[in-house]
């Protein structure tokens, strides 16, 4: 994995038409028996985001003039993510062939150019769908271009044979190869596109007679042939065609592209000092000269400007962190907290939902929860703000250049001047005045020999 650089063998020609010329159908109405759930398939997430989203993204930077996704009836989760962009049901599970005739109605009267994506294929990249789109627009006389990968192990996929001029001349699937046929590795990855004008003529003239008595795109090919169309061919990168019909190939593609995430961020101008124990969700951003230690994880809506460093074993999520700031390690930083400039985070400290100004510190063993810590202060270790009373939560604020001393509960709602000194072991429920000294404990007492006898050996 460490060698693998993922990145399309395929470089596109520039753009032939303009992109109202092309759709997008995706095929999303699988139910994912093997993946043994009740959620569908393509919203099994990767990177933190569901797969349908990640090639609705990839559809959407093509700019077409409408994007469909054909689902299950039920499907109002996916309906729902993918938004706003229409959907299509296909009502019964009846092949490929199928679900794209059941985008046909919200394709109207387009007659530009199709793309047919799956929503379990979510790596395929927008470099590699402009290479197979422009594949088709440049060839002459073509009704449609499939994108070819060569697969390790060819199992299971439709083996492509080419023509002389490097179009297709059939597509076996492997049920139907012979021992000679199935040792073909270029295999079919399911990608599509087509000339819209007449296709819905065409897809009815599609048939069934097969062991599946379903109704295949693969097959659209030689309806294209009838009508003296030829199919193109480019071949694709496997690693970027992998789908997904099981958690263990849930678990490839999480792999894939968290390898491809890292390269990109180091390329960036981040250091990884591991870069695969380091996890990031898709919407992860990092600034340049940031130094990311070992076994840290990034979850959604995560915003890392310059020059931070990120130690070991910290989880970060939903939160944006400035430039020269210090977290971790063993730090977990939650959603809605901001942490300014030079401010630093240390080995398990939570903070949630907090803004720690600019130069604060925090150093250990502390929670910080729905509060504001004031530039240049110390929050002691042990320390923790006491946000949550059963029923409500309330916020802590904490004024600039204040110690609160070690083993301190701050119980919310309580503020704390500019400049107060909380002394270690207090607890305090009363706001505090500026550059105040508060000592907030019970007065010790110790009664001689009392102690004799309480414990039982």
Aim: aromatic share 4%; net charge neutral; hydrophobic share 40%.
């Amino acid at each position: 994995m460490s060698n693998l650089a993922i990145k399309p063998n395929i470089t596109p020609p520039k753009m032939t038409k303009s992109v109202k010329d092309l759709a997008v159908i995706i095929l999303a109405a699988g139910k994912g028996t093997r993946m043994k759930s009740s959620l569908p398939k393509v919203l099994h997430k990767i990177a933190g985001e569901p797969m349908i989203r990640h090639i609705l993204k990839t559809a959407e930077s093509l700019k077409p003039s409408k994007i469909i996704t054909v689902i299950s009836e039920g499907m109002d989760d996916v309906k729902a993510a993918v938004a706003p962009h229409p959907t299509a049901i296909q009502k019964q599970q009846r092949g490929t062939g199928d679900a794209v005739k059941s985008a046909i109605a919200e394709l109207g009267d387009f007659k530009g150019q199709v793309l047919v994506l799956y929503g379990d294929v979510p790596l395929v990249s927008k470099d590699t769908l402009e290479a197979l789109i422009n594949h088709h627009r440049l060839g002459k006389d073509l009704g449609a271009t499939v994108l070819a990968m060569a697969a390790p192990d060819p199992t299971g996929y439709g083996r492509i044979f080419q023509n002389g001029d490097g179009t297709l001349n059939r597509i076996v699937e492997e049920k139907d190869a012979n021992d000679d046929e199935r040792l073909v590795r270029l295999v079919n990855s399911g990608l599509m596109v087509m000339e819209g004008d007449g296709l819905a003529d065409r897809l009815e003239r599609i048939g069934n007679k097969n062991a599946q008595k379903e109704f295949y795109l693969v097959d659209l090919p030689t309806i294209f042939k009838e009508d003296d169309l030829a199919t193109g061919v480019i071949r694709g990168d496997f690693t970027e065609l992998k789908g997904v019909n099981s958690r263990a190939q849930l678990a490839d593609l999480e792999a894939l592209w968290q390898h491809r995430k890292r390269l990109a961020i180091m390329d960036d101008g981040v250091t990884l000092l591991d870069p695969h124990t380091t996890y990031f969700a898709a919407d992860t951003k990092i600034g340049r000269d940031t130094i990311i230690g070992p076994s840290v994880i990034f979850g959604p809506n995560v915003e890392i400007e310059d020059n931070v460093e990120i130690r070991a074993f910290s989880h970060i999520e939903g939160a944006k962190i400035k430039s020269g700031a210090t977290i971790g390690p063993f730090a977990r930083i939650r959603p809605d907290t901001v942490i300014e400039q030079d401010a630093r985070i240390g080995n398990f400290v939570e903070v949630k939902n907090a803004h720690i100004k600019e130069g604060a510190k925090a150093n250990h063993l502390g929670y910080i929860g729905d509060a504001e810590l004031g530039a240049h202060s110390n929050f002691g270790c042990g320390a923790i703000t006491v946000n949550y009373d059963g029923q409500k939560k309330s916020k802590t604020i904490i004024g600039d250049n204040v110690m609160i001393g070690s083993n301190s509960s701050l119980i919310a709602p309580i503020e704390i001047g500019n400049g107060a000194y909380i002394a270690a072991g207090s607890t305090l429920s009363k706001d505090v005045e500026q550059d105040a000294l508060v000592i907030a404990r019970a007065e010790t007492k110790s009664l001689a020999g009392k102690a004799k006898g309480k414990l039982k050996s």
